[in-house]
T-cell receptor, first 112, second 115 residues
Framework: QKEVEQDPGPLSVPEGAIVSLNCTYSNSAFQYFMWYRQYSRKGPELLMYTYSSGNKEDGRFTAQVDKSSKYISLFIRDSQPSDSATYLCAMGDQTGANNLFFGTGTRLTVIP | DAGITQSPRHKVTETGTPVTLRCHQTENHRYMYWYRQDPGHGLRLIHYSYGVKDTDKGEVSDGYSVSRSKTEDFLLTLESATSSQTSVYFC??????????????FGNGTRLTVT
């Protein structure tokens, strides 16, 4: 079983839709959680960073962590064609050996 | 990008040849990392460095070595390239280590093909 599971998609939505991206994990020691966005032929860029359970909002993006269910989500409101990318979840623990565990990524296309 | 440059951006090499990939960062970050990204596997850590001349292995280190002689430069060497090392390689850096509010910043990758 992988440490982090993420549905690879692909996911296609019309412009303006609300997008929900999700990851599940198995290691209860994970304490902080990240979402990265990766455009084609580019490196991942950090979108959201959360520590512990709860919600965090940044503009059109909301990150949600449910540690009891070992489940994290990223919501994108009013999706735009520029949001078309691959979204990677990542997580780590407080004392890990300088490593993060990444999901395989979900490819999102927002259709104008 | 947080000032991370990878070179070359693309490389094609033959099986059995040595290959060195370079990563240069201008942020004075202490921690640097090499990942490979493959379909169905996501990003996997190869090696990382926690200071000049201080390195350690990651999840998929077999067949790779690294060196860090300066804060800003981190080299990844494939001693004898194999077809299984065909991948996209990403360098990343962070100002502080694990367990802190210090995100990873990535370069734009090197696409390596071993024929």
């Amino acid at each position: 079983q992988k440490e982090v599971e993420q549905d690879p998609g692909p996911l296609s939505v019309p412009e303006g839709a609300i997008v929900s991206l999700n990851c599940t994990y198995s290691n209860s020691a994970f304490q902080y959680f990240m979402w990265y966005r990766q455009y084609s032929r580019k490196g991942p860029e950090l979108l959201m960073y959360t520590y512990s359970s709860g919600n965090k909002e940044d503009g059109r993006f909301t990150a949600q962590v449910d540690k009891s269910s070992k489940y994290i989500s990223l919501f994108i409101r009013d999706s735009q064609p520029s949001d078309s990318a691959t979204y990677l979840c990542a997580m780590g623990d407080q004392t890990g050996a300088n490593n993060l565990f990444f999901g395989t990524g979900t490819r999102l296309t927002v259709i104008p | 990008d947080a000032g991370i440059t990878q070179s070359p951006r693309h490389k094609v090499t033959e099986t059995g040849t040595p290959v060195t990939l370079r990563c240069h960062q201008t942020e004075n970050h202490r921690y640097m990392y090499w990942y490979r990204q493959d379909p169905g596997h996501g990003l996997r850590l190869i090696h990382y460095s926690y200071g000049v001349k201080d390195t350690d292995k990651g999840e998929v280190s077999d067949g790779y070595s690294v060196s860090r002689s300066k804060t800003e430069d981190f080299l990844l060497t494939l001693e004898s390239a194999t077809s299984s090392q065909t991948s996209v390689y990403f360098c990343a850096s962070r100002v502080r280590g694990q367990g802190t509010n210090s995100p990873l910043h990535f370069g734009n990758g090197t696409r390596l093909t071993v024929t």
